[in-house]
């Protein structure tokens, strides 16, 4: 079907560069190669780790924005970036995100401004991806952080649906000079089938 292509080669997209730095780590590797324990800042660039909520919903390279100086001071709020992907047959609804490092959470719809009391609220429709914090796409924000984040540190989140369940996953700092964009290859709007909006 035309949706569950437009899906997957979405989902192939998101995957692709995960699946170049696996093939490259592979190629470095040999049975006399030392093992090397890895680093808490990650050489060009932090990308976000992948988690799924239940058979049907994953998410993809959650990251927290890179801040602007450098460093997120208590009591800041962060951007987080994140894809969702719905491979099942009914819609989902993320409708909380909480963490023992913030104090809340908020979403916004697509090109519009959220309130403090809006919580979170972003549906997932069925064999469908949505491209949270891409232009003209919901964006997350996490509230009020409790403790200082530099790049490549990360803070537990746990993302709650209305269907899957809820998922523990740790949201790293984005390195700087990496925005989420080039990271998440975003497909154009044109060819993101959540796009529904008119001239």
Partial sequence: METRATHRSALRRWLLPTACCSALLLAGCSSDAPIETPQAEVPGGAIGPDAPVSEDVKLLQVQLEYPLDGAYEVGE???LFLGIANTGREADTLIDVSGPDFAGAES????GAAAATDGVSIEVAAEDNVYVGAEGAPSLTL???ER???SSESIPVTFTFERAGEVTIDAMVAAE???PVPTFDFPNPDEDPTDDSTE
């Fill in 77 to 79: 709020d962060a951007s």
């Fill in 108 to 111: 916004s719809p697509p090109g």
């Fill in 143 to 145: 509230l009020g952080l």
């Fill in 148 to 150: 200082e984040l530099l």
């Fill in 177 to 179: 000079g990496q925005t």
